[in-house]
C-alpha cells in the first residue's frame, strides 16, 4: 500500500514564525504536491514537483516555497506565516508508472494566531 | 481548462438507502479518480476510474470517457459513508496534475 505521511496532524503558530511542513511517500513516486483547502474554496494546488530539486508553482504559490532533497520528502514552507495561512494543508504524491494515481496523506490543520 | 461538475452538491440519506452521485467534466482525461473526505479531513482513494466499470463492497463506479462522465454508487448506506466525496480528473500532458470538483455532501442518518 502507498503511504505518504505528514510530520504533524495539528501545528499552532504565531505571526511571522518559519513554519515548515514535511511530507514523505514510501512508493518510490516521481511527483509530488501540495495542496490548501479552506471552506468554500476547496482544494487548490500551491507547489507541485516532478522529480528531485525540480518544483513548479501552483496556482496560489504566494507566501511559500518549497524544498525537494530527496524523492521520497517534499517540504512546504512558511517563510512568515500569516493568519491568511490557516488552512487545512494536504500532500499528495504520484507516479506516472501508475497512472497518475494520486494518494493524499492524512493532512496537517494549521492555525496560525 | 477542463470543467468538473459534480452533482447533487448536497445529499441527506436515510441509513440503508441507494445513492448515486454523478460527475461531468468537459474534455478528455487520462486520469479520473474519486475519493471520501472523513470527516478528519484525510482524502481516502475510492476508485482510480479512468474508464469502465469497478466495484468495492458497497461502492461501484462507472466511467463513461466517450460521454464525459462518472457515477459513483453507493448502496446500502451506513453513517460512516458520511462526508465530502470529490470526483477529480487529470488533463493530458499535466504531469499528474489534477482539477478537482467542489464535491457532493453526503449525510447518512440514522
Known amino acids: 500500500d502507498v503511504k505518504v505521511t505528514q510530520s504533524s496532524r495539528y501545528l499552532v503558530k504565531r505571526t511571522g514564525e518559519k513554519v515548515f511542513l514535511e511530507c514523505v511517500q514510501d512508493?518510490?513516486?516521481?511527483?509530488m504536491f501540495w495542496y490548501r483547502q479552506d471552506p468554500g474554496l476547496g482544494l487548490r494546488l500551491i507547489y507541485f514537483?516532478?522529480?528531485?530539486?525540480?518544483?513548479e508553482k501552483g496556482d496560489i504559490p504566494e507566501g511559500y516555497s518549497v524544498s525537494r532533497e530527496k524523492k521520497e520528502r517534499f517540504s512546504l514552507i512558511l517563510e512568515s506565516a500569516s493568519t491568511n495561512q490557516t488552512s487545512m494543508y494536504l500532500c499528495?504524491?504520484?507516479?506516472?508508472?501508475?497512472?497518475?494515481?494520486?494518494?493524499f496523506g492524512p493532512g496537517t490543520r494549521l492555525t496560525v494566531t | 481548462g477542463i470543467q468538473v461538475e459534480q452533482s447533487p452538491p448536497d445529499l441527506i440519506l436515510q441509513e440503508g438507502a441507494n445513492s448515486t452521485l454523478r460527475c461531468n467534466f468537459s474534455?478528455?482525461?487520462?486520469?479520473l479518480q474519486w475519493f471520501h473526505q472523513n470527516p478528519w479531513g484525510q482524502l481516502i482513494n475510492l476508485f482510480y476510474?479512468?474508464?469502465g466499470t469497478k466495484q468495492n463492497g458497497r461502492l461501484s463506479a462507472t466511467t463513461v470517457a466517450t460521454e464525459r462522465y462518472s457515477l459513483l454508487y453507493i448502496s446500502s448506506s451506513q453513517t460512516t459513508d458520511s462526508g465530502v466525496y470529490f470526483c477529480?480528473?487529470?488533463?493530458?500532458?499535466?504531469?499528474?496534475?489534477?482539477?478537482f470538483g467542489q464535491g457532493t455532501e453526503l449525510s447518512v442518518k440514522p
Open positions: 499528495a504524491s504520484s507516479s506516472i508508472v501508475r497512472g497518475y494515481e494520486q494518494y
Open positions: 512508493m518510490d513516486h516521481e511527483n
Open positions: 514537483s516532478y522529480d528531485v530539486k525540480m518544483k
Open positions: 474534455d478528455s482525461v487520462n486520469n
Open positions: 476510474i479512468p474508464s
Open positions: 477529480v480528473v487529470g488533463p493530458y500532458n499535466q504531469g499528474g496534475k489534477l482539477i
